[in-house]
């Protein structure tokens, strides 16, 4: 058998999906999403809650049946070649599922049973020692900590070695050093080769992990770009000074920097962080003769952040 190597690991076209749950409104969760995901990349998708991105993957993944466009997998369009095409991914998912009743070798033997892999190719062995669970192995998964069942969800998605990987929502409820013991494996997986999907509502996550980031907001891709130039975009912050005594006007110089006077007290300034340093910020305060009683720095909402993207892909 050749291998062909596809340049796009995935490729959506059109793809909408809507639900339809009886006596509700039909949800449109998908609004026709058009995506190309590179091979070899770690590609974000990061959205607020509902925005569709376990739609989105679930579909890819056949977890989940679109309502039309079409979806590309390792080259096999998930319609005509449904299987090869599920065969192609490995899916953790957002929920936890997993049978108390098995052990994580029993949980890993069916599921390479399930996708077909023959007992002499398995890697049960090697991929529980990869996850940090070759001394849990024939331990009934009730029996583990939330941190190693979380584990073994991605063991179980690595049985029939797909060469794309796709977590939902990897880190939610995940302790920080699991994070990184998760992270740290992930990019692993990457170097080997695997193209990694991965969904977030965390903007620094995103930032740290993945190399483009698709934005979806709504059922819509927003934007879409490599990491470096999405975050140009985002580049901005705002601070909070509140003032020990009212101020009536503020100077020219402090208005050129952007601020506003909120009340009497309190003055905001929006700022691009990589144009300007805080330091000069607080330095033209001093010299305005302001004293600061409070001050506080906030990243944008990632809210505000699809706002601002939306209008500059709008206009
Ligand atoms: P995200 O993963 O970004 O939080 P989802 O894909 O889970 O978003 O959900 C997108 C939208 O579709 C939401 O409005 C959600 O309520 C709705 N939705 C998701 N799954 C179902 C379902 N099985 N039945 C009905 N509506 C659903
Ligand atoms: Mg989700």
Known sequence: MTVTIPDCAIRTKELRKVYSVRGRHPVEALKGVDLEIPTGSIFGLLGPNGAGKSTLINIIANLVKKTSGTAEVWGHDIDVQRRLASASVGIVP??????????????????AGYYGVPASERQTSAILVALGLADKAETYTRRLSGGMRRRL?????LVHQPPIIILDEPTAGVDVELRSQLWDYVRELN???ATIVLTTHYLEEAEQMCDRIAI????????????SV???????????????????ELSPE????????KTPKVIEIRYQPSRLAIGEILNEIDR??????????????LEDLFLEVTSKSAG
């Open 254 to 261: 402090l208005q050129h920097l952007g601020a506003n006077l």
């Open 230 to 248: 999405l975050m140009q975009d985002l580049d901005q912050k705002e601070i909070h000074i509140t003032t020990t005594n009212p101020i009536d």
């Open 216 to 227: 979806i907001n709504q059922g819509n891709v927003v934007a879409c770009d490599e990491t």
């Open 94 to 111: 957002q929920e936890l599922t997993i049978d108390p009743f098995f052990t994580p070798r029993e949980a890993l033997d069916l599921q």
């Open 288 to 301: 305005a003769g302001i004293l600061v009683a409070d001050l506080s720095v906030s990243e944008p909402a």
């Open 153 to 157: 969800m991605v063991a179980k998605a």
């Open 191 to 193: 170097a080997k080769g």
